[in-house]
């Protein structure tokens, strides 16, 4: 593998597809401290496409591994408004967002789940304010994967540190399509075929979900209005963007008071610098009411407990099994990738954008129409070849939309 050459790629494909930027327009990018390597082919791809500034606001894993480990607990009670008034800035002024993710997956194995639960939940009172310019597409955002090493070795951790790291980017680029000739033309018939099982699923107006399989039994009512979305999006002046890359889900607003039966998830979900594994959620009138987990639950409860909101659905996912993800027989370890591997459902806040007339209506409104808010979104895999899901019309007619792994539709 040429990772230079193949970097240099993925830093076009990022530019010109995933935010595709446009000749004055101005770029934020938050990476980890090891993603500098690829901030840099970024940063000189978006000039070349006309970008009049980029700002880099970097974080680095074992600072962040201090902190939690050696600060006083005050620490985690209080969130600098500074910070959140210099990016609603950066946002107010033009600034189109990507973030590279790359955070090792058990980084905070060793801190105290409720110090990591009390600062989510200040961070999330506290930035509660901006979640709209991404969340109704008011700019432009992407997220896509960086390597890093603490990621690398939580992957593939038979591997040495190097050989981890190198199996990763590969991968990385594989789910991407950076390895193919032209990944640009890759992604524009990716994004036609996603359009075409976004197309048939709204117009079919299904009243609600079902999902079948080895410990779940899940109804999930869909809110009133709701639209099924996939693939590109678009801004709010119009312009086209990819919000994940990797992306292979058809996804769509739950109603937040219509989710009723349990849910098992089918993968591990990398949570708060830890990992939840072997969990099961139970929906009574759209509300988790019971829940376990073999492995980290009590970070899984600090997430429940962050807000109302937080037990209620706000997205529901369906991705073919047999996607170019799943096929790598990768775990991932990061949500980007293996929610692109699986069907999901995400707990928390609704994307206004998968309900007609959200932006134009309170949230009073939205929320009695079935929009859920909430200061967080955390999503998590519900898919597998063993899981069915039908769709169920007002009228009783049922369609089965995912069966075996794969679209039926």
Avoid at 211 to 232: H, I, K, M, Q, Y
Wanted: charged residues 25%; negative net charge; hydrophobic residues 40%.
């Amino acid at each position: 593998m040429d990772l230079e050459n193949s970097l240099e790629k993925y830093a076009e494909l990022i530019v010109h597809t995933g935010l595709n930027l446009q000749a004055g327009e101005k770029l934020m990018i938050r990476a980890n401290a090891e993603g500098l390597e690829l901030v840099r082919k970024v940063a000189k791809a978006a000039y070349q496409a006309g970008v009049v500034d980029v700002k880099l606001l970097f974080q680095d894993d074992q600072l962040s591994l201090t902190r939690y480990l050696h600060a006083p607990d005050s620490a985690f009670e209080t969130y600098p408004e500074y910070e959140v008034e210099y990016t609603e800035a950066l946002y107010k002024d033009g600034y189109q967002i990507l973030v590279l993710s790359g955070v090792d997956p058990e980084l905070l194995k060793t801190a105290d789940p409720k110090r990591i639960s009390t600062f989510q939940k200040t961070a999330g009172i506290a930035t509660k304010r901006i979640q709209h310019y991404t969340m109704e597409n008011k700019n432009k955002w992407c997220v896509v994967g960086a390597a890093t090493n603490g990621w690398a070795k939580s992957a593939f951790p038979d591997l040495p540190a190097e050989e981890a790291k190198a199996r990763l980017w590969q991968n990385i680029f594989k789910a991407t399509r950076v390895d193919q000739e032209d990944p640009v033309a890759a992604w524009q018939a990716h994004d036609e075929e996603l359009k075409r099982h976004m197309d048939f699923l709204n117009e079919a107006k299904f009243e609600k979900i079902v999902f079948e399989g080895p410990g779940t039994d899940l109804v999930v009512g869909l809110a009133e209005g709701n639209r099924w979305d996939g693939g590109s999006g678009k801004s709010q002046a119009g312009v086209s963007f990819f919000p994940n890359m990797p992306t292979e889900e058809i996804f769509s607003m739950p109603h937040a008071d219509k989710v009723n039966g349990k849910i098992t998830a089918t993968l591990p979900l990398s949570l708060r610098g830890q990992l939840v594994d072997k969990f099961w959620f139970k929906f009574e009138d759209g509300k988790v009411t019971d829940f376990d987990a073999a492995q980290g639950k009590e970070i899984l409860q600090g997430l429940l407990d962050t807000d109302e909101g937080a037990r209620r659905l706000g997205e529901i996912a369906l991705v073919a099994h047999h996607s170019p993800i799943s096929q790598t027989g990768v775990l991932f370890k990061n949500t980007l990738f293996d929610e692109n591997a699986s069907c999901h459902l995400a707990l928390g806040q609704a994307y206004s954008d998968t309900m007609q007339g959200a932006t134009g209506r309170t949230e009073e409104e939205n929320r009695k129409l079935g929009m859920n808010d909430s200061m967080i979104h955390t999503d998590f895999m519900v898919g597998s070849d063993q899981v069915t899901v039908t769709g169920i019309r007002r009228d009783g007619s049922q369609v089965v939309l995912l069966k075996d792994g794969d679209w039926q539709i």
